[in-house]
């Protein structure tokens, strides 16, 4: 995160910063600008001084995001749905989470005929499929804040059916960034393996533009025939490699033992040809742009000059 940063969306605000006292002066200037524009703030729902808070259903600490538990626990115990409404409502608050469920795909496609206009009946096959789903809840996973300052390790693979990618950080010790899969549609899966494997590193790229743009990026890849993508005559693969120009990229031939994460994320049920797509990335990263810090301050006041904010519960 940002030294200083203010972050909003739709009426939820939250105000990040390193020290104590930055961030008494910056929730003071926020507070004024709320009062410029005639907003009010309900006390009640405000929390100060926090390393660690729930918003927008994610808990946030000073470099990660983990889904809140509250809201993964009414999830799992959500029962079978009554018809297609119900159903459609689960699944778009299972994908507000999906950035933090890396296999999500697997458990999505065998439901997607249940989504299709006309087509919703409650069968053991669909509570069986559901049931699968609301498990793959216990599998999620807790992401890492981007370093812009550092650049990123891209692990991609394709099967038949679909596609993965696992987005990491070289730093201290690896840290996963985002995670991606993509079920093919029907006219993807008959494309070669070669253009699967290429697509694969396309549509991760273009997915994750918003944290990989201008920064240097490892692609690792266990399809060999990709390492000579410059010299190739496949109109397609052509395309494909300008848009891939796009981004500064170093390609890496990995053994496909040595892409775990990624062949895992690619390897899913191949029954249903609705096209879903999963992203794990940090909740922040589908926000506005954060207002400045240096668009709300002036000379940040002493935290003695906000009471409410320094009293102590006794009201000293």
Not at 153 to 161: G, H, I, M
Not at 175 to 187: E, G, R, V, W, Y
Not at 284 to 293: D, G, L, Q, R, W
Request: with cysteine.
């Amino acid at each position: 995160m940002d030294a200083e940063v203010v972050r909003v969306y739709v009426d939820d605000i939250i105000i990040g910063t390193k020290t104590r006292d930055a961030h008494l002066g910056l929730v003071l200037r926020v507070l004024e600008r709320l009062r410029e524009v005639g907003l009010r703030i309900s006390r009640e729902k405000c929390e100060f001084l926090k390393t660690e808070l729930s918003f927008l259903g994610v808990i946030v600490t000073h470099n990660t995001l983990t889904p809140d538990p509250k809201r993964v626990s009414a999830l799992s115990n959500a029962p079978i749905p009554k018809d297609q409404t119900e159903l459609k409502r689960f699944v778009g608050a299972v994908q507000y989470i999906s950035r933090h469920i890396p296999n999500l795909g697997e458990f999505l496609s065998p439901i997607s005929p249940w989504l299709k206009k006309g087509s919703f009946k409650v069968t053991p096959d669909f509570e069986r499929h559901f049931r699968s789903l609301k498990l793959a809840l216990a599998d999620t996973v807790s992401l890492t804040m981007p370093d812009p300052q550092e650049g990123f390790l891209l692990f991609t693979d394709a099967s038949n059916v679909a596609a993965g990618a696992a987005l990491w950080q070289p730093l201290e010790s690896p840290k996963l960034i985002a995670c991606l899969s993509h079920t093919f549609s029907t006219t993807e899966r008959n494309w070669s393996t070669t253009e699967r494997e290429c697509y694969a590193i396309v549509w991760a790229l273009e997915k994750l533009h918003n944290i990989i743009k201008g920064s240097e990026v490892v692609v690792f890849t266990d399809h060999k025939a990709l390492e000579h993508l410059d010299s190739t005559n496949n109109a397609k693969l052509s395309r494909w490699r300008a848009r891939i120009c796009e981004f500064t990229v170093t390609f890496h031939y990995t053994a496909g033992s040595s892409n775990i994460v990624a062949d895992w994320l690619s390897r899913l049920d191949s029954d249903h040809d609705q096209t879903i797509d999963t992203i794990a990335v940090p909740a922040f990263i589908a926000i506005p742009p954060p207002v400045s810090a240096e668009d709300l301050r002036s000379e940040p006041p002493a935290p003695e000059d906000i009471p409410f904010l320094t009293e102590t519960p006794n009201g000293r």
